[in-house]
């Protein structure tokens, strides 16, 4: 089992930046990758950025590309988001998720463990 927590989360003006992080415990000596998904109000929870956990891979959906950066930070356990130049269409409860399964995957159906969420709120 892994437990993932959120924070960061939060109301910010169009332009403006944010930075989430989601810290893991429990079997985090298994996990493969990591990745941060967003679902907007009536729509699917769709991919934003994923890491595999040695860094040596990671996806960016095209519309954060430039914008976002996906990290982590091994020895602490801790995933991290950096969202620059926010947009409006960013508006999202932004989740964490990680697998164990060592096999490559963006898809949110590929992960088995997910945190609880946090708001991003971006006004224009």
């Known amino acids: 089992q892994v437990q993932l927590v959120e924070s960061g989360g939060g109301l910010v003006q169009a332009g403006g930046s944010l930075n989430l992080s989601c810290a893991a415990s429990?079997?985090?000596?298994?996990?493969?990758?990591m990745g941060w998904f967003r679902q907007a109000p009536g729509k699917g929870r769709e991919s934003v950025a994923v890491?595999?956990?040695?860094?040596?891979?990671?996806y960016y959906t095209d519309s954060v590309k430039g914008r976002f950066t996906i990290s982590r930070d091994n020895a602490k356990n801790t995933l991290y988001l950096q969202m620059n130049s926010l947009k409006p269409e960013d508006t999202a409860v932004y989740y964490c998720?990680?697998?164990?399964?060592?096999?490559?995957?963006?898809?949110?159906?590929?992960?088995?463990?997910w945190g609880q969420g946090t708001q991003v709120t971006v006004s224009s």
């Open positions: 429990g079997r985090t000596s298994n996990v493969y990758a």
């Open positions: 998720a990680a697998d164990i399964t060592p096999t490559w995957g963006t898809s949110p159906s590929f992960y088995h463990y």
């Open positions: 890491i595999a956990w040695s860094g040596r891979r990671t």
